[in-house]
Structure formats: C-alpha cells, structure tokens
C-alpha cells in the first residue's frame, strides 16, 4: 500500500483510495470504502433501524443563516470562481463568525431508486445546495465552482481512481466531481427512503465545500506528514475531515428546511447519518456512530461554519 503522496504544484495530491467491497446480508453492514489524501468517500450503511436510544430528532434547524435574504436553488452564480483555495485547515479563511449556509427553496422531483430517476434527483439538488454555500465561499473569498455530479450503475473510472459499483459514493478532488453509486444505496444497502439519498448527496457535497476552500488539499498534505491512512495520526485526520462534511451535510439539510423543504426528507436523512459510523467498518476512519450523530446535529442544529471547525476539536470528539 503506497502512503499518500505529496502535493504537485496543482494543489491536488496523488490519489489513493482503500477499496473495501461493500458486503450486505442478513442483520450485517457492509464495509466501507475509506477516504485518504485525494479522495473523499461516504460510509457504509448505517442501521435500517434507529441509531441509538434517542428517540428523538432535533425538530427545526436554526433559522438564522449568514444573510437574512433567502434564496432559491436556481441562482447562477455558482459559475463564479471567486478567490483562490486556502490552502488550510483549523485556520481556513471560510470560518468567519456568523458565516452559515443560506437558506434555500428548493423543487425536487420525485424519487425512485433507479439510476435515471437517482441521477434526476441529485441534479436537482445540487443548484440547491450551491445555492446555499455560495454566500459563505463568497464572504470567505473562496472560489465558487460546482461540482459535477455523476450517478453510475456500473463501475467507473476517475481521477482518484476506480470505483466500483458496490462501493459507496465519493467525491474526487481531482476532477472536482461527486460520484454517486446508485445501485451500491439501492441493492446492497436496499434504501428506498428519498432522504436518505439526500443525506448521502449532502454528505459529498461537504466534501466538495472542503475542496472548493481549500481544506482538502491542506488534508492531503496533512496526511502525507502524518504517513497515511494505515497510522494513526492519518486514521485521525481521515475521521475529522468526514466528521466535518457530516457537520456540512447537516448545514445544508438546515439550508433546505428553512427553506421549506419537507422534514420528510430532511429527517429520514439525518436519521440516515445519525446511524453510520465505524461500527460498520474494520477501519477507524469515519467517526463512531454517536460521533457522527452529534456532529450532524451540530451542523443542523447551529448551522455555523465555525461549529463545523473539526480541525480544532479535541480528539475525544472526533473519535
């Protein structure tokens, strides 16, 4: 296993990505495919049943956002490159007092598990949740760029490399690009439930906010120091940089709530995250479960960049 590789003058590192089929079967989670240096995955499956012993979800998301003006998912400002990445993480200029993400109307057709009607759905989202960070990479004098979204059926070849149809989505700095594995969500894990999927998109999309600003790159060369993702220390920094786009990913579903996007989405999707975690996993590189529960929470409960900050917390709390 080659250890992450340093940064090119690019600003993007050499990716590596630790493939792990996704196993499904009865009362059992699949493994996960785990994120290092140039790549950023989301975790296998969580619980088809409640997380934990909290019976209970937050109810409503802050309603206050870094401007009181709310906007709709079809702003054509996300071609607007703004600034230059940071590249930084605790320290990166996108943490601004105040900054969050704003709220966002948001139209999204009807789900189906399929690929068509997957693909579909997250490019609906996706103006949204651009949307919605737009005014904090701009406050922050990041680039705003979208990301290109691909929903797959079949294995696929990228810049971070292969990704197998079983194996869960990821987002790839490399080609700034959210890859969405539709049939690994919809037959191995057998999710049906419209939020969930959304979840998993807002997830990836956090990913794709830390490559915009700048925080991933500094991840890859953090990574490199540390000797990746087979130390501890790499291990470390891999569970902070996905606890934090599960705090993101809470932020946006915040975003779309006030905006008046039903809680029959935006619940079932925190429920979904609330539930993925390490235990799922022979690798310590996520989060445990109630780590990611309290970080999602967190990101929809304050919505402020600056809650999300997962590079300052203590380690107790990223563990």
Same mark, same amino acid.
């Given at each position: 296993?080659?250890?992450?590789?340093?940064?090119? &003058?690019?600003?993007?590192?050499? #990716?590596?990505? *630790?493939?792990?089929?996704? /196993?499904?079967?009865?009362?059992?989670?699949? %493994?996960?495919?785990?994120?290092?240096?140039?790549?950023?995955?989301?975790?296998?499956?969580?619980?088809?049943?409640?997380?934990?012993?909290?019976?209970?979800?937050?109810?409503?998301?802050?309603?206050?956002?870094?401007?009181?003006?709310?906007?709709?998912?079809?702003?054509?400002?996300?071609?607007?490159?703004? &600034?230059?990445?940071?590249? #930084?993480?605790?320290?990166?200029?996108?943490?601004?007092?105040?900054?969050?993400?704003?709220?966002?109307?948001?139209?999204?057709?009807?789900?189906?598990?399929?690929?068509?009607?997957?693909?579909?759905?997250?490019?609906? %989202?996706?103006?949204?949740?651009?949307?919605?960070?737009?005014?904090?990479?701009?406050?922050?004098?990041?680039?705003?760029?979208?990301?290109?979204? *691909?929903?797959?059926?079949?294995? *696929?070849?990228?810049?971070?490399?292969?990704r197998m149809w079983n194996q869960t989505a990821?987002?790839?700095? $490399?080609?700034?690009? *959210?890859?969405?594995t539709a049939r690994y969500y919809a037959e191995?894990?057998?999710?049906?439930?419209?939020?969930?999927?959304?979840?998993?998109?807002?997830?990836?999309?956090?990913?794709?906010?830390?490559?915009?600003?700048?925080?991933?790159?500094?991840?890859?060369?953090?990574?490199?120091?540390?000797?990746?993702?087979?130390?501890?220390?790499?291990?470390?920094?891999?569970?902070?940089?996905?606890?934090?786009?599960?705090?993101?990913?809470?932020?946006? /579903?915040?975003?779309?709530?006030?905006?008046?996007?039903?809680?029959?989405?935006?619940?079932?999707?925190?429920?979904?995250?609330?539930?993925?975690?390490?235990?799922?996993?022979?690798?310590?590189?996520?989060?445990?479960?109630?780590?990611?529960?309290?970080?999602? =929470?967190? $990101?929809?409960?304050?919505? =402020?960049?600056?809650?999300?900050?997962?590079?300052?917390? %203590?380690?107790?709390?990223?563990?």
């Amino acid at each position: 296993m080659r250890v992450p590789q340093r940064k090119s &003058g690019s600003g993007f590192v050499v #990716a590596l990505v *630790i493939v792990a089929v996704a /196993l499904f079967g009865l009362g059992s989670i699949g %493994a996960l495919a785990a994120s290092v240096s140039n790549s950023a995955s989301d975790y296998a499956g969580g619980s088809t049943e409640t997380s934990s012993g909290e019976s209970s979800l937050p109810e409503t998301s802050t309603s206050e956002t870094s401007s009181a003006e709310e906007s709709t998912g079809t702003s054509e400002s996300t071609t607007d490159e703004g &600034g230059k990445p940071v590249v #930084a993480l605790g320290d990166n200029p996108i943490n601004i007092p105040g900054n969050g993400a704003k709220n966002t109307s948001c139209r999204l057709p009807a789900f189906g598990t399929d690929v068509a009607s997957q693909d579909n759905f997250y490019q609906a %989202a996706l103006p949204c949740l651009m949307a919605a960070w737009t005014p904090a990479l701009e406050a922050a004098n990041l680039p705003v760029e979208a990301p290109k979204v *691909i929903t797959t059926s079949a294995d *696929i070849e990228t810049p971070c490399g292969t990704r197998m149809w079983n194996q869960t989505a990821m987002y790839c700095p $490399g080609s700034h690009t *959210i890859y969405m594995t539709a049939r690994y969500y919809a037959e191995v894990e057998g999710r049906t439930d419209a939020g969930a999927y959304l979840g998993q998109f807002a997830h990836e999309f956090g990913h794709a906010v830390q490559g915009m600003s700048g925080i991933n790159s500094a991840y890859g060369d953090a990574s490199y120091e540390a000797g990746g993702s087979t130390t501890a220390g790499g291990l470390e920094l891999t569970r902070r940089s996905e606890l934090q786009a599960t705090c993101f990913e809470g932020m946006s /579903l915040a975003a779309l709530q006030n905006g008046g996007v039903s809680n029959n989405y935006i619940f079932p999707a925190l429920e979904d995250s609330s539930g993925r975690g390490d235990e799922n996993s022979k690798v310590p590189d996520h989060g445990s479960k109630a780590t990611n529960r309290t970080w999602v =929470r967190q $990101g929809f409960t304050k919505n =402020r960049v600056t809650e999300c900050n997962t590079w300052l917390a %203590a380690p107790s709390d990223v563990d």
